[in-house]
Nanobody
Framework: QVQMVESGGGLVQAGGSLRLSCAAS????????VGWFRQAPGKERDFVAA????????YYADSVKGRFTISRDNAKNTVYLQMNVVKPEDTAVYLC????????????????????WGQGTQVTVSS
C-alpha cells in the first residue's frame, strides 16, 4: 500500500524555524514530483511548495517564497520542507502528496493533480 507520512510539525514562535518531512512507503517516488499543501481551519487547501521529479526545479507560493525551501532525498524516498522566519499566518495542517504523472512537473500547484495524500502534520505559530 502506497503511503505518504508527514512529520516534524509542532508549536513554534514567530520568527522561528521548523523542518517538515514527507516519507513515502510502498513504492519509490523518484519519478514523481511531490508537493506540500496546507489547510487552516475553515479554509481551502492551498499550495505551498513543490519539487519536480528530477529535483532540478522547485516552485513556491508567493506567501512563502524566500522563507521556505523544499528539497528531496530520493535515496530515502523523502521530501523536506524547511520553514524559516515563520509567521502566525503559517499556522495550518501541512500535507504532502505525489504528482499523478511521472517525469513531469505539470500541474505542480494544482491539488487535483496529486494523489497518495498523507494525514498531515500540524504547525502552529505563536505570536
Amino acid at each position: 500500500q502506497v503511503q505518504m507520512v508527514e512529520s516534524g510539525g509542532g508549536l513554534v514562535q514567530a520568527g522561528g524555524s521548523l523542518r517538515l518531512s514527507c516519507a513515502a512507503s510502498g513504492r519509490t517516488f523518484s519519478s514523481n514530483g511531490v508537493g506540500w499543501f496546507r489547510q487552516a481551519p475553515g479554509k481551502e487547501r492551498d499550495f505551498v511548495a513543490a519539487i519536480g521529479w528530477s529535483g532540478d526545479y522547485t516552485y513556491y507560493a508567493d506567501s512563502v517564497k524566500g522563507r521556505f525551501t523544499i528539497s528531496r532525498d530520493n535515496a530515502k524516498n523523502t521530501v523536506y520542507l524547511q520553514m524559516n522566519v515563520v509567521k502566525p499566518e503559517d499556522t495550518a495542517v501541512y500535507l504532502c502528496a505525489a504528482n499523478r504523472r511521472k517525469y513531469t512537473d505539470y500541474g505542480h500547484s494544482d491539488l487535483t493533480q496529486y494523489e497518495h495524500w498523507g494525514q498531515g502534520t500540524q504547525v502552529t505559530v505563536s505570536s
